[in-house]
């Protein structure tokens, strides 16, 4: 599949990778230079592969709450949160950002590979409340523009008041003279503002913002990029991080799941019971240039206790960084283990997430 902007990013002359089944850009001149990019000035993403799926009506917060592990009713209009949808067993389907648009209307933000579960299981455990299921995925593109200089780039070309515009807020706004939703989210580490977009005019607002930043160094960036800076920001990432497998208190994300909220919700039951898992995710640092991989073994002394769930030789620190799900009585900070590193046991440190916070 081809996101409404791909013709732009050959015309860019960007190296395409097929990621959960779309044709999407992987870097346009060089992973590093994207990524120091947007962490000294700003980056432009595409992120039209991701899913957008809106309830409506009188009992949207109710689905939602029911559907979902976090308390969406209270959440305010204008505002935004990250919460899971789980399954019965308490396993991650997806990690998702709702936003609420109105008193009985929400927008749910799901990662590519998985917007078709959630559309469907949003459907399907919907069922029997006053709401309407719309996926909106198919005439939806979303740009991101992430980065230092990000407000003063979009404020040139919005007519929003981004001062205004909390973290985890969004409001409709005019950009270029297209009308778009405008949210101050991001998945980088980064300030910055997520643009719902009409397929159809997803061209016109790329090359507005794109004119926009050229005096500020704002750089088209790719998905290689994106990886390496939401693993700085120590952000889990659905098929490495989380899974079916794990719950939200293994990742650490326990403070999504609101089991104060009234009435039943899927995979309550089992949440409630898996609050101290046997692994837990953690940060690892490493020293010298060699990164531990995703797949690679971490060891305590000669045991192995864990797997690399993902790592990079971190652009920003100069130094490797991992995350990994090791057993519960290793995951103290400053605790020493080992990255089986092609045959050689690299020494390792336990360190608390994120890596990276920007000032």
Known sequence: MKTPLHDVHTGLGASFTDFAGWSMPVRYSSDLAEHRAVREAAGLFDLSHMGEIELSGPQAADALDYALVGKLSAVKVGRARYTMMCDAEGGVLDDLVVYRLGDERYLVVANAGNAAVVSAELAARADGFDTEVTDRSAGTALIAVQGPRAAAIVGRVSDADLDGLKYYASTAAVVGGQEVLLARTGYTGEDGFELFVPAERAAAVWRVLSEAGEGDGLTPAGLACRDTLRLEAGMPLYGNELSTVVTPFAANLGRVVKFDKPGDFVGRAALEKRQEPAKVLVGLKGSGRRAPRHGYRILSGE????????????????????????????????????????GRHEPVEVVALPFYQRS
Not at 304 to 322: D, H, N
């Open 303 to 342: 045991d192995e206790v864990g797997e690399v769930t993902s790592g990079a030789l971190s652009p920003t620190l100069g130094y490797p960084i991992a995350m990994a799900y090791v057993p519960r009585e290793l995951a103290e900070p400053g605790t020493t283990l080992a990255a089986d590193i092609r």
